[in-house]
């Protein structure tokens, strides 16, 4: 576990050193890391929804892209569960003289939110409308990087994130898409059915 450790440190202190020497980007990087990135996946999200009213099957499609949002909010909650009760300070708490480019935080690093969120959002979407997943993977996978960049967290803190998000979102679509088909299913039927789909 500490060859694990050593190996994380050594990575982000890599990033870090980039960091350094890429100031011309500080702006950008700041400003994606803290709000850009997360921006960006919920537009992404907006237009599956646009495209899933539009779609074949609309009603199918909306409860898969309403899934999506729903499991990234719920792997977003569990994930404040899991990171206190792994505990791992930031990396800028444990390491001495490194760069960072946000303000610094207090909670715990390990899984990453803003990650928990990308991976969640890429998978899901990915298995909802693939055009736009495919958009939420370029954008989350910066993201993730961009956390490290900012000196905000270890890669293993983005990778678990990721992972976490990803998993919630898969194992949980079952019964979240059938739980959103049922309210779907009544929206269908009443006047607010333009929120399912174009065709009125």
């Given at each position: 576990m500490s060859s694990l450790s050593n190996l994380d440190s050594r990575l982000y202190m890599d990033v870090n050193r980039f960091a350094r020497n890429t100031s011309f980007a500080h702006y950008f990087m700041r400003e994606y890391a803290i709000y850009g990135g997360v921006v960006l996946l919920g537009v992404t999200g907006l237009?599956?929804?646009w495209r899933a009213r539009r779609s074949a099957n609309p009603k199918r499609t909306v409860d898969r892209v309403a899934w999506t949002a729903a499991g990234t909010l719920l792997a977003l909650g569990l994930n404040q569960i899991v990171s206190h009760i792994v505990?791992?300070?930031r990396p800028y708490y444990a390491l001495k003289g490194v760069e960072v480019l946000v303000p610094k935080a207090n909670d715990f690093t390990f899984p990453s939110d803003h990650a928990t969120v990308a991976g969640a959002m890429i998978v899901g979407l990915?298995?909802?409308?693939?055009p736009t997943g495919i958009v939420a993977a370029v954008l989350g996978l910066f993201l993730a990087f961009d956390r490290v960049y900012v000196g905000a967290h270890y890669p293993g803190d983005?990778?678990?994130g990721l992972i976490f998000g990803a998993l919630v979102?898969?194992?949980?679509r079952p019964i979240g898409v059938a739980v959103i088909s049922?309210?779907?299913g009544l929206i269908a039927e009443s006047r607010l059915r333009f929120l399912i789909t174009s065709e009125l």
């Open positions: 237009v599956a929804y505990g791992r300070i990915l298995l909802s409308d693939l983005v990778v678990g979102v898969t194992v949980l049922r309210i779907t």
